[in-house]
Nanobody, 116 residues
């Protein structure tokens, strides 16, 4: 089993920045890739960014150039640096871990609200 705990959400004004953290514990050796998803009210959960064990990254078009995903393997933590935030970035952000067997692990989610 893998446990994922997110932190760092909150309320920020448009144009501001936030950094989300996701700390992994448990059978982390089984995790091949990690990512951040988000779900806004009335919308489907969508991939925001992902990073593989080797460090390859992938971003949704809507966040390219504004968000950066990174990982600290020593701390078993993945980060999402979010800059130039927009009201449409408002959502619950979920950390995801994809195991080598294809199993998904999810954190509990952290609310990000972008509003003046």
């Amino acid at each position: 089993q893998v446990q994922l705990v997110e932190s760092g959400g909150g309320l920020v004004q448009p144009g501001g920045s936030l950094r989300l953290s996701c700390a992994a514990s448990g059978s982390i050796f089984s995790i091949n890739a990690m990512g951040w998803y988000r779900q806004a009210p009335g919308k489907q959960r969508e991939l925001v960014a992902s990073i593989t064990k080797g460090g390859s990254t992938n971003y949704a078009d809507s966040v390219k150039g504004r968000f950066t995903i990174s990982r600290d393997n020593g701390k078993n933590t993945v980060y999402l640096q979010m800059n130039s935030l927009k009201p449409e970035d408002t959502a619950v952000y979920y950390c995801n871990g994809l195991s080598i067997t294809g199993k998904d692990y999810w954190g509990q989610g952290t609310q990000v609200t972008v509003s003046s």
